[in-house]
């Protein structure tokens, strides 16, 4: 290996030309540069991917308004509303519909919800880890694939989002597609190609049809600010108008198209979007702090938000950044980003979701840095501190994931979920006639396999003429129901999570 590398990179030079000056230690010895052994570093993958798939046991509709996108792809196989849809309380569904579109695919192959509902989300995390790991293994002069994957997999965040019903991952990988391309380019220095400009046009338009034009705001603030700060390789960043503005005309088509609709008017322009930026006593959403992201994601991220943060605050750091082109992108644009968003007054911690994989790479880029330089602190190399990084990120990941699955496992949150499995279990081979009544929790339409609520009066009614054979009602209701004594309870559920009891009836003799 060669001794000695220059340490700042010429004008022309590409960023993996950029190696900075080796320490004789670190290249006498090779194990100041490797992180983990090829089958230590398949194990922590391994486990990351287990840790994402199991994170979310047992599996419900309860929270995070995951019984909210279900229903968008349950609405599409059972009545066919393919381009507008609704929620399980038959408002209008405020997300476009390409996520429910694959999931409701997903369905006519296997004919199993609980999966077809997750697939998407664990796909596009799947995909993000193993296109990170690559990344790090191939554009460094160190390969540290392992590292940014951990960064990536091993926080507290991602393990949750990768199987929640909802539209996060999909619009994370949707965003990273774009970034990754605009990084790979300024890395090459090489012109713009027709096929990565339709590579960008097409995640772009993914993003928009899965969550609407937020896309444009993690990526364009980065977009501008590197145009700033980088005017030598401004022309690698920006690949044209069309790849950008095409897809949010066909978000526009889409919007227009059912703008007519007095409800949708309210609930995705006015309420979903308009609503995001309102504040003080007129906030359509709840607002939080400037800070709120920041806080979440350095709690939430430990330990690798603080090691990024101990990176930064070293002049040498900085220094080497000035010359890494590649590098600055990746943090203009999760930076921008996160800005951005912190200035929008509505927040949610796994709404910046987003911006972790380009701090991972980002990360990775910084640690590889140090790494070729063989810098030691104290007795250790930073490999072996990066490493301990590692192991320290894994255990406290597990750890939480299993911590909270004890949790909820002993509540157990999946209670309503099991009681609808149990109810769907009496009722006759391919005919679930099923009535439930809106008293209780939305996602009880999804466990129980139907399509609408049915008010109380109408319900009792059906059951008494036989035009149902199954009625599931609250505990309440069934206590001040007039004609329970024509009743046989088949099964009931008194204590869940969300503190909603129902019962399940049919008519005695049936």
């Known amino acids: 290996m060669t001794l000695h590398i220059a340490a700042t990179m010429h004008t022309g030079a590409s960023p993996e ?27 922590i993958l391994t486990l990351a991917i287990l840790n ?27 009545r066919g509303d393919w381009f507008l849809q609704h929620t399980p309380r038959q408002g209008i569904a405020t997300k476009p519909p390409l996520m429910g579109w694959i999931s409701a695919g997903l369905y006519y192959l296997t ?12 796909v596009s995390a799947l995909v993000l880890l193993f296109l990170l790991k690559r990344e790090g293994d191939k554009r460094f002069a160190v390969p540290v694939g392992i590292l940014v994957a951990a960064v990536f997999a091993l926080n507290l965040l991602a ?5 929640l019903v909802r539209t996060d991952m999909m619009l994370t990988l949707a965003i990273f597609i774009p970034g990754w391309i605009i990084w790979r380019k300024i890395l090459s220095r090489t012109e713009w190609t027709t096929a990565e400009r339709w590579a960008i046009f097409a995640s772009v338009l993914a993003g928009v049809l899965t969550k609407g034009p937020v896309l444009y705001a993690f990526l364009l603030p ?4 590197f145009l700033f700060l980088d005017k030598e390789n401004r022309k690698y960043v920006w690949c044209g108008w069309w790849p950008w503005v095409i897809p949010l005309a066909v978000f526009l088509v889409w919007v227009g198209a059912n703008i007519a609709n007095q409800e949708f008017y309210d609930q995705v322009v006015k309420k979903e979007f308009m609503g995001r930026f309102t504040s003080g006593e007129k906030a359509v959403h709840r ?3 400037v800070y709120y992201y920041i806080l979440h994601l350095t709690t939430r991220c430990a330990p690798w938000s603080l090691l990024l943060l101990v990176l930064l605050a070293k002049k040498q750091t900085r220094v080497w950044l000035r010359a890494n082109s590649g590098t600055l992108w990746l943090l203009c644009w999760a930076f921008a980003a996160l800005l951005f968003m ?68 002993r509540q157990p949150t999946d209670a309503t979920a099991r009681f609808g499995e149990n109810v769907r279990a009496h009722a006759a081979p391919g005919k679930l006639r099923i009535a439930a009544t809106p008293e209780g929790h939305e996602a009880t339409l999804l466990y129980l396999r139907i399509p609408e609520f049915t008010p109380l009066s109408k319900a009792i009614r059906d059951l008494s003429h036989g035009d149902v054979d199954l009625l599931v009602l609250s ?8 004609d329970k004594d024509k009743w046989e309870v088949l099964e009931t559920l008194d204590v869940t999570e969300s503190k909603d009891t129902y019962v399940c009836v049919k008519r005695k003799g049936t």
């Open 17 to 43: 030309e950029n190696h900075p000056v080796l320490s004789r230690q670190a290249t006498k010895d090779s194990r100041h540069t490797l992180l983990l052994s090829a089958g230590l570093a398949t194990v």
């Open 52 to 78: 994402m798939c199991v994170r979310n046991l047992p599996w419900h509709l309860d929270d995070y308004d995951q019984s909210k996108q279900a229903y968008v792809s349950f609405e599409m196989v059972e």
């Open 111 to 122: 004919h199993w919800w609980e999966i077809s509902w997750r697939i998407p989300s664990l």
């Open 159 to 163: 393990p949750r989002v990768a199987t």
């Open 222 to 225: 980065g977009v501008i600010a």
């Open 287 to 289: 607002s939080q702090p």
């Open 342 to 409: 912190s200035i929008i007054p509505s927040k949610r911690t796994d709404r910046i979701f987003p911006i972790i994989p380009p701090l991972s790479l980002a990360l990775g880029a910084m640690c590889a840095m140090w790494i070729e330089r063989g810098a030691h602190w104290g007795k250790w190399s930073a490999a072996k501190w990066f490493t301990a990084v590692i192991w320290l990120a894994l255990v406290t990941s597990l750890g939480y994931t299993a911590a909270n699955m004890y949790d909820q496992y």
């Open 475 to 482: 505990r309440k209701e069934y206590d001040h129901a007039a």
